[in-house]
């Protein structure tokens, strides 16, 4: 399996993934919430990638895991993290997030925060995130949001 750094030829595949992972939150979202949304990720297509760094997971030539974020000062925001619904709990989502984490301090960053879906709230605690406060998304689901300090060396 490759961590490598994402191109805009990746970005329709990304997307792909992205819908895929997301139809899977439906303890956390209604059917008519996924349905909303994807259709508005859709209409978007993979251009909504191109302001943010990104990273992909790929296995067998097909991308099945990917992260985005974006850095304000010495601050990361992990805008997303998927992983293709038959490739979870495998520890891909770990590996990826683990070498986004890397790449953000390597630029500077020293704190990340995150809007996460609730259910996903273990996974980023179990890698040291610390939830602050319910919120909103861009798209106006319900998100934890969540920080981590990231010491150096």
């Known amino acids: 399996m490759?961590?490598?750094r994402a191109t805009k030829k990746d970005f329709e595949e990304m997307l792909e993934v992205q819908i895929a992972s997301f139809r899977t939150l439906t303890d956390t979202y209604s059917p008519d919430q996924i349905?909303?949304?994807?259709?508005?990720?859709?209409?978007?297509?993979?251009k909504r990638f191109?302001?943010?760094?990104?990273l992909v997971c790929v296995e067998g030539g097909r991308i099945v895991a990917f992260a985005t974020w974006g850095i304000k000062r010495d601050t990361g925001w992990l805008r997303c993290l998927y992983v293709l619904p038959r490739w979870m709990r495998k520890g891909i989502g770990s590996r990826l997030l683990k070498s986004a984490e890397?790449?953000?301090?390597?630029?500077?960053v020293r704190r990340i925060r995150i809007k996460s879906a609730p259910s996903?709230?273990?996974?980023?605690?179990?890698?040291?995130?610390?939830?602050?406060?319910?919120?909103k998304s861009s798209a106006g689901f319900d998100v934890a949001i969540m920080k981590k300090a990231i010491p150096e060396g």
């Open 120 to 135: 996903a709230r273990p996974f980023y605690e179990r890698h040291g995130y610390r939830y602050v406060e319910d919120g």
């Open 2 to 4: 490759q961590v490598r």
């Open 35 to 46: 349905a909303a949304w994807e259709k508005r990720a859709t209409k978007k297509g993979g």
């Open 102 to 108: 890397r790449t953000m301090l390597d630029a500077g």
């Open 50 to 54: 191109e302001p943010y760094a990104s």
